[in-house]
């Protein structure tokens, strides 16, 4: 699939509540990178309830989110980013799925699907969740740590985790993926009762 063919339009000023990143095609169309982004194209935070669904920045009871450090992390500790035509900084890229995890986020399942950009050098020796573990030690304790805590900053208990925080394989997120790309194709057909999203 040729990623090269969607470009992108910043419109405010970086770091502000009014900051948005539009997507367009190479012929200058504006499209919804929730919606007009094929699944298999992995982009960040989606903008669901605007119009075009654009790329925002987080914001939380009025106010720019931005993650805290988390020692002995800072920031993110690797990139993070949305799946188009699911439910649940303005690129898209191809991914490989290699896993899942399940943090469980006020009451319900948050899944957090581990990949790696296709074009990244370490892509062809990382095919499973435990060439992973083998390849990269301390990876994915690393990122279950830090999906642990990084909302304690906020004054908030630290995450729980399904599956006793246990990563799941791909073929188990391939099917949360199909599963979740299912409900959004329901509900782009009104069969569920879901809410609106603006397209």
């Not at 899944?111 to 296709?118: E, F, L, R, S």
């Not at 060439?131 to 004054?155: M, N, S």
């Amino acid at each position: 699939m040729s990623l090269s063919r969607y470009e992108t339009e910043a419109r405010g000023q970086p770091n502000s509540p009014n900051y948005r990143i539009y997507f367009k095609t190479s012929e200058g169309k504006y499209i919804s990178p929730f919606h007009d982004i094929p699944l298999h194209a992995e982009v960040d935070k989606i903008a669901t309830k605007e119009v075009l669904n654009p790329i925002k920045q987080d914001v939380k009871k009025g106010a720019l989110r931005y993650v805290a450090n988390v020692f002995p992390h800072k920031g993110y500790i690797w990139n993070y980013g949305a799946l188009p035509q699911v439910c649940v900084p303005g690129q898209v890229i191809q991914v490989k799925v290699l896993g899942i995890l399940a943090m469980i986020d006020e009451g319900e399942t948050d899944w957090k699907v581990i990949a790696i950009n296709a074009d990244d050098p370490d892509a062809q020796n990382l095919n499973s969740i435990d060439d992973v573990r083998k390849q990269k030690p301390g990876h994915l304790e690393a990122t279950v740590d830090w999906f642990k805590k990084y909302k304690v900053p906020d004054g908030k208990p630290e995450n729980r985790f399904a599956f006793n925080g246990q990563f799941k394989d791909k073929n188990f997120a391939l099917e949360i993926i199909k599963s979740t790309h299912e409900h959004w194709e329901a509900l782009m057909q009104k069969t569920t009762n879901s809410g609106e999203i603006e397209w």
